[in-house]
């Protein structure tokens, strides 16, 4: 058993709690491409939410950002990020603007006729991107025959500019995630309700005041 969700019921309320065990032994692809890799956490993860919209509280969401940490190898912030977001879509746009080329290339290239696609709708956009790729293949050929020519200078302003925002990222992760809920079960809001831990108080704030008339020596 790779994962296993647990959904307790009881008079008033009911929880249900995802673990992970062990990366996908079925599934070959997690293995191999990272991307669906992701994927596959993520299916678990929209098994959970869907208890979620049905009224439970998801209590261990942590759980699943150390498996995406784990597995795929991604950072404690990107992987937040993709808990705590309810949308597919935007867990897709923050997968694909963290991979690299090669691992783009990777994902639009696999043989969906012989491994599991865990990215409903996927498979028409890696098609997409394939035929865009081959009906310009001798453009780019062209292109880089061009770029040989430039001189050193020129060469030099081709250069892509790093990505200043990535890194910022790695240094200010959100905090923990508590439990995700749906408000809708406890007051008029359908909204999904992602709660975070409180961060820890300041030591300062049970320590006597320093300007403390008492404590200043005569």
């Not at 790779?2 to 673990?19: A, G, K, P, R």
């Not at 969401?61 to 995406?68: F, G, I, R």
């Not at 694909?96 to 012989?114: C, M």
């Not at 992760?173 to 359908?190: C, Q, V, W, Y």
């Amino acid at each position: 058993m790779t994962y296993s969700i647990e959904v307790c019921i009881n008079e008033n309320s009911s929880s249900v709690f995802l673990n992970f065990e062990r990366i996908s032994e079925e599934f070959r692809i997690v293995r191999h491409c990272r991307f669906q890799c992701i994927g596959w956490v993520l299916s678990a993860v929209a098994q959970v939410e869907a208890e979620v919209q049905n009224g439970a509280t998801w209590v261990n969401p942590e759980e699943s950002v150390k498996a995406l940490m784990r597995f795929p190898v991604i950072p404690e912030y990107l992987a937040r990020k993709l808990i705590a977001s309810g949308s597919q879509s935007e867990q897709f746009s923050l997968v694909w603007d963290f991979l690299s080329d090669a691992e783009k290339n990777e994902a639009i290239t696999v043989n969906f006729d012989y491994f599991h696609n865990f990215w409903p709708g996927f498979q028409l956009y890696a098609t997409a991107i394939s035929l865009q790729i081959a009906n310009t293949q001798q453009l780019d050929e062209l292109k880089k025959k061009c770029e040989r020519l430039n001189d050193e200078v020129q060469r030099s302003l081709t250069i892509r500019a790093p990505i200043l925002s990535m890194p910022d990222e790695s240094f200010t992760p959100i905090a923990p995630i508590n439990h995700i809920g749906n408000k809708r079960f406890h007051s008029d809001s359908t909204d999904r309700e992602v709660v975070y831990e409180s961060p820890p108080r300041a030591l300062c704030e049970d320590a006597e005041d320093p300007e403390d008339p008492e404590d200043i020596p005569f």
